[in-house]
């Protein structure tokens, strides 16, 4: 790993990053695979800085996310015509292997186009002896353009262990094959108008797409890095189920009658945390981010609120009590499989247990500083049940001084919002609201 890490940054700093769109794509990969960055982080920001036309633009974008999403079912192409395991091939070889391959089952770019394009692009990477490798894979697997695997795990190109957790929560083999063919589409960003920072006019000038129903939410069909609101933090890129968990959490302040404490615990780069803050009208809101690397970054999304940077396990007591706690709680990321298709390979069971042990932490100390009557908002982006339905009937069986209120007209029969992609358009997401009952 160690050398893997220093050959991704010198890729980093030599001139072949930009050259052409194939290139910076299998530089992106690699940097994913070597740095474990997250796609929809770093494409967006390096298609900012290119020179590219918007359609190359979106063609390294297909390419990137595509290769992520389809790596299993890639692989089990790719394995059919080796004679030594995938562990066996060098990566920076690899990478244009499976870059190649999803050009060739997928896109269905013509075999000869495909196989001259990945090999230079295997020269240039890796050297001319991998590039002759790259060169006889790439023409065997160009012999065998309807290549379709039997088990779900290569077919959806989703490990067992996710199939599983899927199967687990929806129950009927049609819907987590709907989730899983779901997972592997290609998804549209979706921009948050802000209010009072920036308007719907704003970003349908630009060419977003008011979503049905939706509040503030707009597809957008394009690199948001091209949008002012965007650049300047005056709008968002948040998923349509990350938006409707804020939207109906600040709902629970319909019920009170004087001003509330607010607390977002998890904050992250701060995207809900912003969109909350934009809602609010003279309640205080605090954010935290437990990481102090990453407070800087609340800084640039945060206009007046505080902002924290302390372990949400351990609060300091100069903070005194809250009204409404928002937990968007560290998670797998399974519902987000869509945008963050790395995660996929990324998590295992262990971490799901390493997880939900943080996650009963978090809970049981918000619970601790909450007034009477007060709400938490738990949330995952995950349909684990694991980190959704147990966690919350743990916490309701320890806490006997809790209840659940039901999040409104999208309630399932506990009272609780559980979204799937494949019935509603969004990332999984997760929430569930506790009240404290009234001492």
């Not at 091209?226 to 629970?252: C, K, M, N, W, Y």
Request: with cysteine; glycine share 6%.
């Amino acid at each position: 790993m160690a050398r893997a890490l220093k050959m991704a940054k010198n890729l980093s700093k030599n001139s072949f990053r930009s050259t052409t769109p194939r290139q910076l794509a299998w530089e992106l990969l690699f940097e994913v695979e070597t740095l474990e960055l997250y796609s929809n982080l770093i494409v967006p920001r390096e298609l900012t800085n290119s020179n590219f036309e918007q359609r190359d633009k979106a063609l390294v974008t297909n390419l990137v996310y595509g290769t992520l999403r389809m790596k299993g079912f890639l692989d089990a192409a790719i394995k059919r015509h080796l004679d030594r395991g995938l562990d066996q091939v060098d990566l920076k070889t690899l990478t244009a292997l499976r870059l190649g391959a999803y050009q060739l089952l997928i896109l269905k770019t013509p075999p000869h186009a495909a196989v001259n394009e990945i090999v230079d692009l295997a020269k240039a990477v890796a050297g001319k002896s991998a590039a002759s490798f790259v060169n006889a894979i790439m023409r065997r697997i160009s012999e065998n353009l309807e290549f379709h695997p039997s088990q779900w795990q290569e077919k959806y190109s989703h490990p067992d262990w996710i199939i599983n957790a899927f199967r687990d929560a929806l129950k009927e083999d049609a819907k987590v094959e709907a989730q899983l063919i779901a997972d592997n589409e290609i998804a549209l960003p979706t921009l948050a108008a802000w209010p009072g920072r920036s308007t719907h006019q704003e970003l349908i000038a630009a060419g977003g797409e008011l979503i049905p129903e939706s509040m503030n939410a707009f597809s957008f069909k394009g690199n948001p890095g091209d949008i002012p609101a965007i650049r300047e933090r005056r709008a968002g890129v948040q998923d349509l189920g990350s938006q409707l968990i804020v939207e109906i959490f600040h709902s629970t302040k319909e019920t009170a009658t004087a001003k509330l404490r607010w607390l977002d615990l998890c904050a992250g780069p701060g995207g809900k945390a912003a969109y909350l803050e934009s809602l609010l009208s003279g309640d205080e809101l605090v954010v935290n981010e437990p990481a102090s690397a990453r407070k800087d970054l609340l800084t640039q999304v945060i206009r007046s609120s505080k902002i924290e940077s302390f372990d949400g396990r351990d609060f300091p007591e100069t903070l005194g009590n809250f009204d409404r706690i928002l937990i968007d709680a560290p998670c797998t990321g399974l519902g987000a499989l869509r945008r963050r298709p790395e995660v996929r390979w990324r998590r295992d069971p262990k971490s799901v247990r390493t997880l939900i042990q943080l996650q009963r932490e978090l809970l049981n100390e918000a619970a601790l500083h909450l007034n009477s009557k007060g709400i938490i908002g738990y949330a995952t982006c995950s349909p684990h049940l694991a980190e959704t339905k147990l966690q919350i009937s743990d916490f309701l069986r320890t806490h006997k001084n809790f209840k659940r209120v039901s999040v409104g007209d999208r309630a399932d029969k506990d009272g609780d919002l559980q979204l799937w992609t494949y019935k509603d358009g969004t990332d999984c997401m997760f929430l569930s609201l506790l009240q404290m009952i009234e001492e």
